[in-house]
């Protein structure tokens, strides 16, 4: 039985070695070669020196030696820093920074992009690159970077063997970064407990199997993403890798690889609905499943209505406790507006401003307990204690109270048990499945030396489910003409795409409440309408 992360891999290439882990491609990797390169690459991360529970960051698109790296981190007793790939050299070195990676696994494109950034990063000891480099460009790099240790990916797999560092299952084995509504991301730590209970869980209420094949279309840095690894090998199944460039692109891969679950944001569901779907998706779509926001009504029934036969799971998860609820396929017709209940090994309360649990349709904060709840906020001990609090009703006799989490989320549950999203506590921004800080946006702005005052704001947006507006005074020396010309040119090459605001709104002056703070209430309400199509 797993009970550490990585262990999933080879339980299934001992029982099963011949099956299909990953498909990239034309690449098909059977679960016997996984399990080869992932303890390869562990051992050639302990012979570069990787201590019990240090970070190595992996900043790659999906392909599988990011696969490889994430598995192999956990095996070799390391912490997993999956990054990103769509994040600009800025964040990216934030992350290394704060997470104290010691070992970076990337690409020489992506190296050559971040090398201004590294000489920050003080803890980074080891560049690992897929790419083969001609030596002369390997010394010319070591040079560069001043005197990190470089290596290539085959010389990672050819190190001889060494025995990895004794972890047990509550040891830390993964950071996911998330975005909060203000500053930087938030490092959630996850330990092998968390990963294997959240992969059992979800296994369990979508009935996979090891003849499963999951298209992985979200971020692996992304807690539903990465759930779309751990849960396939949890039972065996195969898991096709794939970053697309159209939405079209992903059912033509649902149809080429027989795919037969597939997950996906909101934003990309109400893309894939206005188009025309071969007849081999109905055929072979066992269900399909929506994260990174609330799924419109309109859209579950759309998708109802091409796919028949297939059942949807409409489910709401936060990064800290993985998944949280789920709604049963069989509820989709009759509540489609509701989150659903509990995952199998979680509860979920419902509480009020004095911790009392609500009565049924009273609004609340969705707290989560259970073998779920992550071990807080590396390096973080205020947010840490803001959000991981205790959890309610427990008996005072208990000398060590149990940790829950608090998500921020307001929701009401009905007289039947069923829950219902109302809002969120904080200003947040949730954009193409994306959480996004409005301060990340602003501090952006501010770089500029253009403005004097900032406001990034999430508004409702048809496709998107938010889009980004960002709302400013401008400076005594900006020019009023040209300032939002400049921002978003300034925005586009210091964010990523997902962060970059669709509109950039220049004003006199922004509203102020009585704390001195800006309106961002007032100013939400102001422009509610942005990006709504107008009603005849």
Known sequence: MADLIHQ????????????PALLFRDTVLSYAELAEQVENAARGLLAEGLGAAERVAIYLPKQPETVVGIFATAAAGGCFVPVNPVLKPRQVSYILRHSQARVLITSAQRLQ????????????HTLVLVDTLAAERRETLASELRGLNVIEWQALLAAPARAPHRRID????????????????KGVVLSHRNMVAGARSV??????????????????????GLSQLTTAFSVGASVVLMDYLLPRDVLKAVARYAVTGLA????????????????????????VTNTGGAMPVASTRALQDKLPHTRVFLMYGLTEAFRSTYLPPEQVQQR?????????????LVVNEAGELCAANEPGELVHRGALVALGYWNDPEKTAERFRPAPGQDPALPLAEIAVWSGDQVVRDEEGYLYFVSRKDDMIKTSGYRVSPTEVEEVAYLSGLIAGAAALGLPHTQLGQAIAL???????????????????????ELPNFMVPARVIVRAALPHNQNGKIDRRALNAEYASLFQEPTE
């Open 203 to 224: 296994a369990e209420y979508l009935e996979n199997t090891a003849d499963d094949r999951l298209l992985a279309v979200l971020p692996l840095s992304f807690d539903a």
């Open 336 to 348: 489609p507006q509701s989150i659903g209940k509990a995952i199998p090994n979680a509860e979920i």
């Open 471 to 493: 709302v400013v005074t401008p400076a005594a020396q900006a020019n009023s003409e040209t300032l939002e010309r400049e921002l978003l040119a300034l925005c586009q090459r």
């Open 264 to 287: 996906a944001v909101p934003p990309l569901w109400n893309q894939l609905l206005q188009l025309a779907w071969p007849d081999e998706v109905a055929d072979t779509l066992r269900y």
């Open 113 to 124: 992009q971040l090398a201004a950034e590294l000489p920050a990063c003080s803890d980074l």
């Open 8 to 19: 999933f891999i080879t339980r299934a290439a001992q029982g099963q070695g011949s099956r």
């Open 170 to 185: 509550t040891d830390m084995t993964a950071l996911l970064y998330t975005s909060g509504s203000t500053g930087n991301p």
